[in-house]
């Protein structure tokens, strides 16, 4: 699904490395999680991957489906099936939850030669997953992100998702700001979009999303690098350890 | 001195070549003071303070520069609603194409056969809020209106009307000039809409004096565009009366030179005045909107809420000022001038001003301008929304907070779709 090869990326305004060759290789079906202390490249990873300005790309490579992500915009990536899940979701004023949504679903599926979705049908779509998620009519109807409260926003992420039914998600510290069951409940709205044919990628500073999350390969970043790749004991090591034993171990 | 004896001489060779309209006796002594108060100060110039930032010379000068005839192809504003039309076609009312000027709650009748009269209750406004608004900043081309205006309304409000009266301008000749003077007065409790749209002709000044009375609420939404090549200056001047309301919007697309200015004065404790616009401007587009509110109450509210949207080296100007009268306590005065600058080319240029001689008030302005936030867009474009439909997103974000003060959820409702069907017009 997704296989990044020796990706080396540095910003664009400064000659700052922050990748330093990342190796990552996630199938369909299967959830990956990346872990790492602050300033590992785990961010830089997913904007990366997602097409944000501001990184020049050295060397490398990143391919969705076996189509070169690199050379896309970031609206070409995302109606391929790429989705990032923000960790700090962006508020737009003026401009309403439902509105943005549907022209984002119109947009991939033109995007594709797909057929757009009516505005009936969107409405039913929308409503019934959104009711999963807990989110109701109000928080649909207002300006995207405007007023949420952290945990919300988080829902209104994977509200996205679901909507947006990507082949491969990236979810950025999508547990950070979230309480005890507003993790919980946005856990649930990923699980049930776990499916043979999507992977995920969760990159997070924290075992607890993984204990409702379940990976089933868990990645520890470093410097720029995939520095150890292991099974999900491997997020149990970082909880009850922290980093430093498996840091002082790769290096 | 010798500058302003210049400017005086000149004033008067251009106004020796101008006939002032046929004219009872109320409206002539009205257009006869005017003229000397006019004379007195001189057409605008650009070494003018107060035109520093927009040129006044096609609007001043002797001959409108033509104006190509503009087809939009698209149904007019407004057309859905339910409202009392009074069209006007390169400034001379047309009646086959009016309602007929009457209504519950309001009468209506020409200003062209109004001034023929020698006695008429206009006299109480016409050129009134105009000559008051001269001070303490000048505004020579106001007083142009009030001495040369051919047509326009003149409303009588009395009641609370459920129809908006739609004022509706059609340029048809390429080099056409219009004058027009629109007169509105409300009544203690009365209540009315006023729609403006339409290209109106080559050049076009127009004044709106509008008196509300006590407790009355007068609401004014205005679309000008997308005839690109008018010219046009345009007076909207207001004077609000205890616990009235008085909100006026305008959205602006296109146009090589526009200026409007707001004269609002709240004169009864506990009114309200918000004035708001948005303006979408590509090329060599100057918009200037030059407002100036003053509370001379105890206990009101005033808003000012402009928005630009400038592209290709378009120009945007905001002269806006809050005066806060000596006694004028528990003031609540608020302006906001921001420009979004779609490229490097385009500018915005701002004046904001509060000017307060009391002391228990509590006035804020801002003025910014800036690029689109690359956070929110990426944001979009992350979501599968190509570039130009996430920067028109983008768009209608930036000026939302300027639209949501037109109160009617109908009539907001209508310019935000008629923004988006430009926006994506202009997308192709």
Known sequence: MLEIKGLKVKLEEEDKQILKGVDLKVEAGKVHAIMGPNGSGKSTLSYVLSGKDGYEITEGEATLGGEDLLELEAEERAALGLFLAFQYPVEIPGVGNMTFLRTAVNAQRKARGEEELSAADFLKEIRAKAKT???????????????????????????????????????????????????KLVSEGVNALRDAGRGFLVITHYQRLLDHIKPDVVHIMADGRIVKTGGPELALEVEKNGYADILAEVA | MAAVAKNQEATAARLDRLTVPSSGQWAAETREATLSRLREMGLPERRDEYWKYTRPDTLTQADAPAAAVYETGEAPLFDRFDRIKVVFVDGVFDEDQSDDLAGEGLSIERLADAVEKDIHWAKELYGVLEAKGQVPVERPLAAFNTAYATDGVVIHVTGKVAKPVNLIYQHKAESSDAVLHHVIKLDAGA?????????????????????????????????????????????????????????????????????????????????????????????????????????????????????????????????????????????????????LLLDEDSQFLAKPELEIYADDVACSHGSTSGAIDEDALFYLRARGVPKDIATDLMVMSFVAEAVEEVESEELRDEIIGRLESWLERRRG
Do not use: W
């Open chain 1, 133 to 183: 998620l807990k989110i109701d009519a109000d928080m649909l109807k207002r300006p995207v992100n405007v007023g949420f409260s952290g945990g919300e926003k988080k829902r209104n992420e994977i509200l996205q998702m679901a909507m947006l039914e990507p082949k491969m998600c990236i979810l950025d510290e999508t547990d950070s700001g979230l309480d005890v069951d507003a993790m």
């Open chain 2, 191 to 339: 209540e009315v809409t006023v729609l403006e749209n339409g290209p109106a002709a080559a050049r076009f000044n127009k004044s709106m004096e509008v008196d509300v009375a006590d407790s009355a609420a007068f609401h004014h939404v205005r679309a000008q565009g997308r005839d690109h090549e008018r010219r046009a200056v345009t007076h909207l001047f207001g004077r609000l009366g205890t616990e009235s309301v008085f909100k006026s919007f305008t959205l602006t697309v296109n146009g090589r030179l526009t200026r409007n200015e707001a004269v609002l004065e709240l004169t009864g404790d506990d009114a309200v005045a918000h004035v708001a616009g948005a303006c979408l401007g590509d090329g060599d587009f100057h918009h200037d909107d030059t407002v100036f509110v003053t509370h001379d109450a105890v206990n009101c509210e005033s808003r000012q809420v402009f928005k630009k949207v400038l592209r290709n080296g378009a120009t945007g100007v905001f002269q806006g000022k809050i005066l806060v009268q000596p006694g004028a306590q528990k003031t609540d005065g608020y302006q906001i001038s921001q420009s």
